[in-house]
């Protein structure tokens, strides 16, 4: 059996004319979380979770703002074969992530629309070992943030759309992990 149960909501419409909500989450639990390297699916259990928001505004019918904001969490653990499960391994993974971006898009007219946004997300991954770990006890800690913005403009000339942009980014890696 997996054992699983999941559930999600979302839920949003606009408020007062011009404003815009979005909310929502969901969350997921099951006891075959990854896809076992042994069919009796030894040490397999795990769970996620995340929640997002997202507020727009309209001025008139040219200006459109957006902000999004977002969180997510996943806990669970590695499988294990059938001599990492004798020996007590106990290895377990968490996962994070959380993003922030802000987007304004304008209407110049019926065929030219441009749009500039700018985004910050993060995550990170951890891999816990334990005492009894089977052949090698392993050990990671990474990250990655990543920064950025974009500005575009799209305009349509008859059947054919003209989209030019750039996008810039910096993303920053770390990384920490230990074997014996």
Do not use: C
Not at 31 to 51: I, K, Q, T, W
Not at 89 to 110: I, K, M, N, P
Not at 115 to 121: D, E, K, N
């Amino acid at each position: 059996s997996n054992r699983s149960l999941d559930g999600g909501l979302v839920t949003g419409g606009t408020v007062r004319g011009r404003l815009d909500l979005r909310v929502g989450g969901s969350s997921q639990h099951s006891e075959r979380f990854l896809d076992p390297v042994h069919p009796d699916n030894l040490h397999n259990e795990g769970s996620a979770g995340s929640m997002s928001g997202q507020v727009g505004y309209r001025r008139g019918t040219a200006d459109r703002v957006r902000l999004g904001l977002g969180i997510g969490r996943a806990r669970y653990d590695v499988p294990n074969t059938e001599e990492q499960d004798a020996a007590g391994q106990d290895q377990r993974q968490r996962v994070a992530l959380g993003f922030a971006d802000l987007a304004w898009q304008r209407v110049w007219s019926e065929r030219t629309v441009s749009q500039l946004s700018v985004y910050h997300r993060r995550s990170s991954t951890n891999l816990d070992g334990s005492d009894h770990d089977t052949p090698i006890f392993a050990f990671s800690d990474r990250s990655l943030v990543r920064t950025g913005g974009i500005a575009a403009v799209s305009h349509q000339r008859g059947r054919h759309l003209v989209k030019v942009g750039i996008e810039a980014q910096i993303e920053v890696y770390e990384i920490a992990k230990h074997y014996e």
